[in-house]
């Protein structure tokens, strides 16, 4: 009977998932020694590295789950370091058998690559582009976000990962490995998360050309552990510069979604963002119109940067070969503001806002392709 319920509380803790990973600690080879002496379990596991910053909720999670097996009524957990080797093993597991950078998100990946990109800054790209995010985790895609926005990195803040002091949470490391913090079922990686100094009270500014952009954006889709993905999300800085340049070498076949606002002087400028990225290969596949009129209460329509922006791009875009149409016209809206500043994206804090219903339907939209291995070669006998 003992070892019967001893393997109950083995199972038990096998199925508690790491947070950071977002896999069951039994198949990351993390439970260690379970003994059962009548009504306790003393329960063993193993932490990839030395302070990880998850352990107090996995040892919280792991006593939980074996206090729920029947007949157990004391819990003692043992918490213990994957030795280097066994932590390399691990390593090697999550690669799945890719190389150490080598690139995961390649034209044969199942994983849809979408750069969200804009002519120029200050349209609520970054703004736009968190909030599609969550709006598609919450579809209950695997999402994947990478804020490509070196020199103006926000998504952190726009997802809540700071701290008091608004500085984002350095990743854990695992070897070679990034494991990105996970926000609203989205894993995130940025630059900011690397810049923070011990006695600074603000994240470092970046002032790095070509080839150092260069690297970063290849390490971050390379060194950065975001597991199987349906949907990898890039917020791009805006323009055609060099991380444009990079990503559309690095990522070729990657989906283009450009985001505008209404006026025609960001209309225009909008447009050759997708031009750019169509000569690399990638493909446009839609168009968010950012900052559309408003309905005030009292009925009256408050157009404060125009109207018409975000059908002339997606017309411009279009051509006999493609349809890139309009996917959403996203309203000025107070709560879309202060959801960014608080870091509670409207699609979740106001799904009733109209900003955040335009937003849910381009989500809608973009989750409609299925995952699956049309149109990807099979190369067969390869």
Not at 49 to 73: F, L, M, N, Q
Not at 165 to 191: C, E, F, H, N
Not at 280 to 307: C, H, K, S, W
């Amino acid at each position: 009977m003992t070892l019967e319920l001893a393997e109950r509380v083995r199972a038990a803790v096998a199925a508690v998932t790491d947070p950071e990973l977002r896999r069951p600690l039994g198949e990351l080879d993390m439970v260690r020694e379970i003994d059962v002496h009548g009504a306790r379990a003393d329960v063993g596991i193993a932490l990839t590295i030395v302070g990880c910053p998850a352990a107090e909720r996995i040892e919280r999670d792991v006593r939980d789950a074996a206090a729920s097996v029947a007949g157990i009524d004391a819990v003692e957990v043992r918490v213990g370091v994957m030795s280097p080797d066994e932590r390399r093993a691990l390593t090697e597991k999550l690669r799945g058998g890719r190389a150490a950078r080598e690139m995961p998100f390649g034209p044969d990946s199942l994983t849809r690559v979408i750069a969200v990109t804009s002519g120029k800054g200050g349209v609520g790209k970054s703004t736009v582009t968190a909030n599609l995010a969550v709006a598609l985790a919450a579809r209950g895609l695997r999402v994947g976000l990478v804020d490509a926005d070196v020199h103006g990195f926000s998504i952190p803040g726009l997802l809540g990962l700071v701290d008091a002091d608004g500085l984002p949470p350095a990743p854990t490391r695992l070897d070679d490995l990034i494991l990105p913090p996970v926000a609203y079922d989205v894993k995130v990686i940025s630059i900011g998360m690397f810049l923070r100094r011990p006695g600074e009270d603000a994240a470092g500014a970046v002032a790095w050309r070509g080839p150092m952009l260069h690297r970063t954006v290849q390490q971050f889709l390379t060194d950065v552990f975001f597991g199987d993905l349906d949907v990898l999300l890039l917020d791009m800085p805006p323009g055609t510069g060099d991380v444009a340049i990079s990503v559309g070498q690095l990522l070729p076949h990657a989906d283009v979604l450009v985001v505008t606002t209404p006026q025609a002087a960001a209309a225009d400028v909008a447009v050759r963002s997708g031009l750019v990225a169509r000569q690399t290969g990638q493909r446009p596949i839609g168009v968010i119109e950012n900052m559309a009129p408003m309905t005030l209460p009292d009925g009256t329509v408050l157009d404060l940067f125009g109207a018409g922006g975000g059908e002339a791009v997606a017309r411009a875009l279009s051509g006999d070969d493609a349809d890139v149409p309009l996917l959403a016209s996203v309203p000025l809206s107070p709560a879309l503001r202060t959801g960014g500043d608080d870091g509670r994206p409207v699609v979740l804090a106001h799904p009733d806002d109209p900003a955040a219903r335009a937003i849910d339907a381009a989500a809608a939209a973009l989750a409609v392709r299925p995952r699956g291995l049309a149109g990807k070669p099979l190369r067969l006998g390869v």
